[in-house]
């Protein structure tokens, strides 16, 4: 294990260096070695040793000067070669995740490197192979889940994308014992494609979904039963989200779906609809009822994907696509019984909601006969806690949270105690000028209809980022937190006893390669599964929480590490900068051999982060870019091989630095942001390293919109932008995500007006501008590029289109994208053509 050299603080921030030296104890050894056999030997010719040294020097000399001739430049080839976009394509520049999950308090499945799936059982050390690699390559699968009495895989195969995130799949049923195969088919259909299939809490337990109905099976050789008939093509929907509710960015991981182990691949980041998952079913803990959402977009009105490739005559789909002020999707929440008799009630919303819309946005089973949701006002500025009886459908509200601006954490899980008497959510608290911050609070009662006790467990200018658990035996909650800074993440345990005694338990582990943790506790809240995300090469380790140094590794990372010494990987530094009275938190990505005295090209990166190495995924406000989790990714490219600094800003609108920062740009997206760069740009160019006529911006979608901003309205302070899926006009986009930040148009349509692009566009033949859109994006529809372009072509701004068609909102063609987004920028910064660039004024 290579030894950690110690983060060296630079102008008010922090250098993370990804891939330490390594210090050679055998060397040290070995001179030690040398220093005593000297001290007993005979005197020695020291002028002749000394004519030998000197002749030895010259020769070095001339090998070194023969190097440095042939050498790109000095020193690269010792700090390794450059990292190119190819590289970023292969198998072993990937973040290898053992994809591990509970399956008991003391066994857990993971996923080897080589693809094999283990069981490994934590009071033996003993393992189990469950399924050989081989297997996927046998079906084609994609994807599995293992059954919860662990003699079954589903196997996904197949895959077909509706729109950017839904799919259609084929599914096999594989006997882990017998080696028998079998298809997953609704009764009298064959080769049959599902919208959704996976294991149930218990046993056997099959759901599948089939043109928008549910379906359910006892155990793998029972007959299906259809639990719903209402379901019609894009109009009804049981058990699956529509467009408005599933959510946007994809990744794929382990994770518990229904209940059980699903290897899935789900959006991350933060999410622009209401569920942000791609399910709207869940089972209870014993498995006898099963909750599910059923959406009516008949109303909604639909948009159009035309497809304009393999056909004589172009055409596509249509689908529900609500935009702000339209009319959206009605949501009723039922619970069925799954005892035979497919009884169903549904569970009524609060009163104050009866008669108006409003979103269902986290269901939760409390005990296998209590479900907690929350109900969420279309406006988004009222929450209501409820804890609803599946026998009668009542539902008993426990909180109402509200807010002048709007609401988020809007998907956060609450804790509850084994009896339901006492749960825990994170609310917002005031911390003097700083503003609220969301912190963990205990709410109880001591009985049916007594009135609820709130008692705050922590405090400051900070955040609870996730409660994890609640054990009761120890009358203790553990959590995650940014108390050590925001740009990280730590394990915490707090005791729900005054004085509230609160313990960091990772902030000594694994320094200073892990700041930032994931976490996953066992079922009895015994042992963790810590996922160290960074700021080094990811590592996945299992520990005992009444001793935290205690471990075992499943994943070390030491194959991704050792591959990333051969190349020049970008170092970073996050440097805390001020503007009027707020802390923006700035990243800079710089090249491995970086030099003060060399001026570089700078690029800007807004609202993007890597799914994964090469996959883009856009945020929102509440997102954070500026972290301690390890990034590889497209840019690193540009300051690998081409020199570029690369930057990255947190300022107003970001999250997890509390609601003030946060709730800054509420209806006035796009103004507080764009300031926020243009401070951190006048920063970095009176940098003697920073090239202020080579300055450049990137962005996607909401990125994309303020990369556009930057540059049309200010192109004297950019050289050139991207924009991939920009948003022109907010009246065109999602009702959930435009009307959380701006209200209804009805009621201000000036807010739309003057959010727009369009009167921010001022005129410029400099400036270089590149626009990329795929022509079947489902989210951010192509309409908004089309509109941009014909207003540039109006105002004689030079521009580029490149449009991916039929391609969504995650362009497939990724290395193509890819490389044309970093020849682009590499031809505005190196590109010997002069530009003309007007004289910046101090704000």
């Not at 705050?456 to 609640?470: D, M, P, Q, R």
């Not at 015994?526 to 140094?549: E, F, N, W, Y």
Request: net charge negative.
């Amino acid at each position: 294990m290579a030894a950690a050299q110690k983060p060296v603080s630079i102008e008010g921030g922090t250098t993370y260096n990804l891939l330490p030296h390594q210090h050679s104890i055998g060397k040290e050894k070995g001179a030690m070695a040398l220093k005593d056999l000297g001290d007993g030997s005979p005197e020695r010719n020291w002028k002749g040793i000394g004519i030998s040294l000197l002749v030895i020097v010259v020769v070095l000399s001339l090998i070194s000067l023969s190097i440095f001739l042939l050498s790109k430049d000095d020193g690269s080839k010792a700090l390794g070669s450059d990292l190119t976009l190819d590289d970023l394509f292969l198998t072993e520049f990937q973040v290898h995740s053992p994809e591990a999950q509970w399956i008991s308090a003391v066994e857990l499945i993971y996923k080897s490197r080589d693809g094999n799936v283990i069981k490994v059982d934590l009071r033996t050390n003993q393992t189990e192979l469950i399924m050989k690699d081989t297997m996927f390559a046998t079906f084609k699968a994609s994807w599995f889940a293992v059954s919860p009495d662990l003699n079954y895989v589903l196997l996904t195969y197949d895959i077909k994308k509706v729109y950017r995130y839904s799919f259609l799949a084929s599914y096999l049923i594989y006997n882990l014992h017998t080696r028998e195969v079998h298809e997953l088919n609704p009764p009298e259909v064959w080769n049959s494609v599902l919208q959704f299939a996976s294991w149930g809490s218990k046993g056997q337990q099959l759901i599948y979904i089939f043109e928008n109905n549910i379906y359910y099976q006892p155990d793998v050789k029972s007959s299906s039963l259809r639990l719903t008939s209402s379901g019609r093509e894009a109009l009804v929907f049981n058990g699956i989200p529509d467009w408005l509710y599933e959510g946007k960015h994809w990744a794929c991981w382990w994770n518990v779906i229904q209940g059980f182990l699903v290897f899935c691949c789900v959006h991350s980041g933060l999410i622009e609809e209401v569920l942000r998952s791609p399910v709207a079913h869940w089972w209870s803990p014993a498995g006898s009822s099963l909750a599910f959402l059923t959406l009516n977009d008949t109303l909604v009105p639909n948009m159009v994907l035309p497809c304009f490739t393999g056909a004589l005559y172009p055409r596509g789909p249509q689908y529900p696509y609500p935009k702000t002020g339209q009319v959206n999707p009605t949501v009723k929440l039922s619970v069925v019984i799954l005892d035979g008799s497919s009884h169903t009630i549904e569970l009524l919303p609060p009163k104050s909601l009866e008669k108006s819309e409003y979103y269902i946005t986290m269901v939760q089973w409390v005990c296998d006969e209590k479900v907690t949701v929350r109900w969420l006002n279309r406006a988004q500025n009222t929450s209501i806690l409820t804890l609803c009886n599946k026998h009668t459908g009542e539902c008993a509200r426990k909180h109402v949270l509200t807010s002048d601006k709007w609401i988020n954490h809007q998907n956060e899980k609450p804790v509850f105690s084994k009896d339901g008497a006492a749960f825990f959510v994170t609310l917002p608290i005031k911390h003097g000028a700083n503003g609220s911050f969301h912190h963990l609070t205990m709410m109880s009662e001591q009985g049916t209809g007594a009135e609820v006790t709130i008692q705050h467990l922590t405090s400051g200018s900070w955040e609870v980022t996730k409660i994890l658990a609640y054990d009761e035996s120890l009358s203790t909650v553990y959590f995650l937190s940014t108390e050590g800074g925001a740009s990280n993440r730590h394990l915490y345990r707090v005791s729900t006893v005054s004085p509230f005694h609160r313990e960091c338990l990772t902030c000594s582990l694994f320094k200073p390669q892990c700041s930032y943790y994931d976490v996953s506790l066992s079922p009895d809240s015994q042992k963790a599964m810590l996922l160290c995300a960074g700021p080094g090469v990811p590592r996945t380790t299992i520990h005992q929480l009444s001793d935290i140094t205690r471990y075992m590794t499943l994943d070390s990372g030491l194959e991704l590490r050792e591959t990333l010494r051969k190349r020049r990987i970008p170092r970073r530094e996050i440097r805390t900068l001020f503007h009027n009275n707020h802390e923006l938190h700035l990243e800079i990505s710089l090249p491995l051999d970086f030099n003060e005295s060399c001026q570089h090209p700078l690029l800007f990166i807004l609202h993007v982060f890597p799914a994964n190495l090469i996959s883009l995924s856009d945020s929102e406000p509440g997102s954070q870019q500026v972290n301690e989790r390890f990034r590889l990714d497209w840019d690193s490219v540009l300051v690998s091989s081409h020199d570029v600094i690369v930057a990255r800003l947190d300022g107003r609108g970001s999250g997890f630095r509390g609601q003030k920062i946060l709730q800054e740009v509420h209806t006035r997206l796009g103004v507080m942001e764009v300031q926020d760069q243009l401070a951190a740009l006048e920063y970095l160019v009176k940098k003697p390293y920073i090239d202020g006529n080579r300055v450049g911006v990137f962005g996607k979608a909401y990125g994309g919109f303020l990369s556009s901003i930057l540059l049309l309205s200010y192109g004297s302070h950019f050289r050139c932008a991207v924009a991939m899926a920009p948003i022109f006009d907010w009246r065109l986009y999602g009702s959930a995500f435009t009307e959380r930040y701006f209200g209804f148009p009805a009621n201000d349509e000036s807010k739309y007006h003057i959010a727009s692009l369009l009167p921010n566009t001022t005129s410029s033949e400099q400036v270089k501008f590149l626009i990329i859109h795929g022509t079947a994006d489902a989210s951010v529809h192509f309409q908004h590029s089309a509109e941009l372009v014909k207003q540039l072509s109006v105002l004689n701004v030079n521009h580029t289109l490149q449009i991916f068609p039929d391609e969504g909102h995650d362009i497939s063609s990724r290395h193509y994208m890819l490389r044309s987004v970093i020849t682009f920028f590499r031809e505005c910064f190196y590109d010997k053509t002069p530009v003309t660039v007007e004289t910046r004024e101090d704000d």
